[in-house]
């Protein structure tokens, strides 16, 4: 018993130090405000980004009519994104193919980076992910504008028009939660996955659970959660295209 | 690990609530997805040419109904960082 609650305050204390407080934190004081950088995430984002750009550069390198392994992987993943927006939005959609499929790799490879040992996931740092709601965000309203108009943009916010005061609450206390929920899950399915792996892993003293955990966790819901986010962005952005 | 002087209560409480959290919030969500997939298996077990477009929309709503239970876990975090942070020197 004595035992039991040992490893559990040894997995309290490694849940708490190692991963609460991020690591490497560098403070840049501009006037009167503290910019605090995570070197941490943004070494791990610059990986990810050389892996994306290695991969779609081995990918399209040598562009043949039957084509070669790379070339065949980048091509089913593109070409099912390119079907599921046409089946969403139509033919409209295809010009947000780009962005949709940037966001969806950006995601995966981010979540799957967490599975390599010393190397960790920048989506599970509330910046990223809320950078990356933050982006959606201005793209739907963007092309909401866009495609409505100002004026008729501006009056969605008011429907239902009976009760318009309160419906302009709602509305825009929607629109908010939608971008908070939307970066809230992948950060908290990333980092949550990550602990559990850590609690998990300590508590077994390292021994086979590791490998299954992070088959699960890094490599399975890594993938579903980068769709997911991937298609919440292209909802949202059907949505407030108002089609 | 050490416990500030007087803080004794503040961590167990701290530390019931965190459980706690996690447990009722994860309820929800749980029969939440639950009522998703059996609906979507339903619908493959009566169309099943359907399967994918199914499946697709079934993870897409089991995403939305997660993120109550991804809040509570965010309060949860909190809680142990609060206590990670200020009752355990």
Not at chain 1, 82 to 101: H, N, Q, S, W
Not at chain 2, 50 to 71: D, F, K
Request: glycine share 12%; aromatic share 10%.
């Amino acid at each position: 018993m004595e035992k039991v609650f040992q490893s559990i305050g040894r997995a309290f204390e490694l849940v708490t130090i190692e991963n609460m407080d991020s690591v490497n934190q560098i403070t840049w004081r501009i006037g009167k405000v503290d910019l605090v950088i995570n070197v941490t995430t943004i070494i791990m984002t610059w990986i990810v980004m050389i892996i994306i750009i290695l991969f779609s550069y081995l990918g399209v390198r040598k562009l043949k009519k039957y084509p070669g392994k790379v070339q065949a992987l980048v091509e089913l993943i593109i070409d099912g994104l390119d079907k599921l927006i046409k089946d969403t939005m139509g033919e409209v959609g295809r010009k947000y193919l780009p962005l949709i499929a940037t966001l969806f790799f950006f995601v995966a490879f981010s979540n799957w980076l967490g599975v390599i040992p010393l190397l960790k996931s920048p989506t599970g740092d509330l910046n990223t992910t809320l950078g990356l709601g933050i982006l959606v965000f201005l793209i739907v309203q963007g092309s909401g504008i866009a495609t409505k108009g100002l004026f008729s943009y501006l009056k969605g916010f008011l429907e239902p028009l009976v009760i318009a005061p309160l419906a302009v609450v709602i509305n825009l206390a929607g629109e908010f939660g939608k971008t908070v929920s939307h970066s809230f899950r992948l950060f908290g399915n990333i980092l949550g996955g990550g602990l559990i792996i850590i609690v998990l892993s300590d508590l077994f003293k390292y021994l086979l659970i590791p490998p299954v955990l992070h088959a699960f966790f890094g490599l399975f819901i890594g993938a579903v959660q980068a769709f997911v986010f991937g298609m919440l962005a292209l909802v949202y952005i059907t949505v407030g295209r108002g089609e | 690990m050490e416990i500030v002087a007087g803080c004794e209560w503040i961590l167990a409480l701290g530390l019931l609530a965190a459980g706690f959290c996690m447990g009722i919030g994860a309820w929800g969500p749980a029969i939440g997805e639950g009522n998703v997939a059996s609906k979507a298996v339903e619908g493959i077990a009566r169309q099943p040419e359907s399967a994918t477009v199914l499946t697709r929309t079934m993870l897409i709503g089991q995403a939305v109904t997660e993120s109550t239970g991804i809040y509570s876990l965010v309060i949860a975090f909190l809680i142990l960082n609060f206590i990670g942070r200020f009752i355990i020197k």
